[in-house]
């Protein structure tokens, strides 16, 4: 919209109109600011539904998540949004306006979500582009604009868009994620684009194009370490499968690997496959939150939250480690080597510094001492800061330490000042 306004037009009109119409244009400013606001500069943060409760979602649970993510610390260390996944939906009324289902949320999901904006988070939703969800209910396809426009109605920050149901040429599924993208723009209202093909149609190469702000590279992750099975993909499939996606992901624009497992211990019910994976032990969860900070991943736990043990906290909550990931240069990391079972990857930071990944993928306990100067070609004197262990070596020479089987330990190094 442009406004034909020149100083002569301006200066004729009565003072309190020169007010009123500067205010009018300091607030469309605002407005297509607002419109325009770049959005996901960062991984974005968050708890998903899914494979805690699956079709159990409801509005008193959300409500409890949001309650349990202020009272854990999880919203104060970046945790942000509530993302209600499959099976929420009811239906359409007579006007075509999807409508929750009535027995899960019996209130309207705008009470919802002034709910969990007045907890400081923000709420996402689910839906799939084409007539029916993975779950089978109603889904967006032929009413992109006007869902969208629902979802803007209601407050709605965050929109992950499956593809269950859909044609399987990239053409088509660029075509439908690019009509729900740029409803979710025509809206005005900033909406974070999940975009969920699960990596099958290469979606790093067009999913910034149809709108997305982050793209699923993988089929859903099991509560499992290694599952040794391509259709029950474990955290180590999931991990390999990014190898070669670094130069896709920055502000804006991120591969996303899927949901944190951390802290399910095999009590989710699409992640243990009806109790068929037990889950991974604690160092497995710890590693898996390191190596996804490392690859700038969405950081997107679906754990239950209140009910959160001190050791899962311990690794959610760790600023240094969530910082890594949050960094604003949004590099993803590589992997310099792997030596026997030993994989170093790195990943450069925005004020110059580097994080150092050292990860054992061996089944037995290792030790390593990795040169700076040789071994990870860092030249400058350098502090490393175990971030683990939050202790800090000046003038560090080397790193060492011992791991146990599927290990991390991860370091922020810095040019000594
Ligand atoms: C697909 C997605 C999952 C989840 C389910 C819901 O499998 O990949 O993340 O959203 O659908 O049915």
Redesign the pocket.
Known sequence: MTLNLNNHMISKLPKHQTVLLFVAIAFMHCSIKAQSQPLALTPPMGW?S??LV?AEVSDPLIREIADAMVSSGMRDAGYQYIII???WVGGRDATNHLFPDRQRSPHEMKALAVYVHAKGLKLGI?S?AAEY???GVTASFNFEELDAQTFADWGIDYL?Y???NAPEDVTTAFTRYKKMGDALKKTGRPMVYAI?E?GQRKPWLWARAAGGHLW?TT??SRDVWQSNNKDLTGIMEIFDQQKDLAQYAGPGGWNDP??LMVGLYGKGK?SSVGGRFKGCNTIEYRSHFILWAMLSAPLIVNLDVRSMDKETADILLNKEIIAINQDSLGKQAVTLFIRDNIQVLKKELQNGDLAICVFNRGDQPASFSLDLKKDLNIWFPASARNLQEHETIKKAIALTNQLQAHDCRIYRISANK
Request: net charge negative; proline share 0%; glycine share 4%.
């Open positions: 998903n899914w494979n699956e996944d499959d099976f689910y799939d969800t993975c779950g992950k499956d593809y269950c969920c699960w699923r089929w859903d899927d949901l699409s």
